[in-house]
T-cell receptor, first 114, second 116 residues
Framework: NAGVTQTPKFQVLKTGQSMTLQCAQD?????MSWYRQDPGMGLRLIHY???????DQGEVPNGYNVSRSTTEDFPLRLLSAAPSQTSVYFC?????????????FGPGTRLTVT | AQKITQTQPGMFVQEKEAVTLDCTYD???????LFWYKQPSSGEMIFLIY??????QNATEGRYSLNFQKARKSANLVISASQLGDSAMYFC?????????????FGTGTRLTVIP
């Protein structure tokens, strides 16, 4: 099992550009999430999905879109990049079901917007 | 709204000594869970330990234990016999119904440095 994979590892964008951060998991997990980590602020939830075709907003969703067409993939789209979106982005997944709460994190994508 | 507070931005511990990292939380949900994650300098998030609000016993995983005091709303991480490889950021996180599908709400972290 590769677990949760993210591409790219690093990305530099100019203000106004768009891009998609890729996330895939091979554990057949129903739940997937995107977090961002800013210096001194811990991780904050952007969007999440409880299954293919179902997504919802987290704490900081503005400027981002998601879709979930398959169980395995959960891409995060930046519509028009802004310097405030400079951050490290983590994708996570976990099994559905009561009492199963451990989230498995990907290695992260470090994004810089100039 | 839920809240996680980690009041120690940085901690130092001598190798082989024990160290306690503090975490307090606030939630109105009677059903919640508390997690600790380790983030080494390489950046990945490593799950360490979990405590559910209804669990009677404090959680333990190897050298990690969670000192769960429900009445005080604290969930401190205790690392025994510290090793140089324990130097990292440590995050306390909580899940409850307010975080949507039991996603996590994180504290700001504590940077632990183990001194040889």
């Amino acid at each position: 099992n590769a677990g949760v994979t993210q591409t790219p590892k690093f990305q530099v964008l100019k203000t106004g550009q768009s891009m998609t951060l890729q996330c895939a998991q091979d554990m057949n997990h129903e739940y997937m999430s995107w977090y961002r980590q800013d210096p001194g602020m811990g991780l904050r939830l952007i969007h999440y999905s409880v299954g293919a075709g179902i997504t919802d907003q987290g704490e900081v969703p503005n400027g981002y879109n998601v879709s979930r067409s398959t169980t395995e993939d959960f891409p995060l789209r930046l519509l028009s990049a802004a310097p405030s979106q400079t951050s490290v982005y983590f994708c996570a997944s976990r099994e559905a079901g009561v009492g199963v709460y451990e989230q498995y994190f990907g290695p992260g994508t470090r994004l810089t917007v100039t | 709204a839920q809240k996680i507070t980690q009041t120690q931005p940085g901690m130092f511990v001598q190798e082989k000594e024990a160290v306690t990292l503090d975490c307090t939380y606030d939630t109105s949900d009677p059903s919640y869970g508390l997690f600790w994650y380790k983030q080494p300098s390489s950046g990945e998030m490593i799950f360490l330990i979990y405590q559910g609000s209804y669990d009677q016993q404090n959680a333990t995983e190897g050298r990690y234990s969670l000192n769960f005091q429900k009445a005080r709303k604290s969930a401190n991480l205790v690392i025994s016999a510290s090793q140089l490889g324990d130097s990292a950021m440590y995050f306390c996180a909580m899940r409850d119904k307010g975080t949507g599908a039991n996603n996590l709400f994180f504290g700001t972290g504590t940077r632990l440095t183990v001194i040889p």
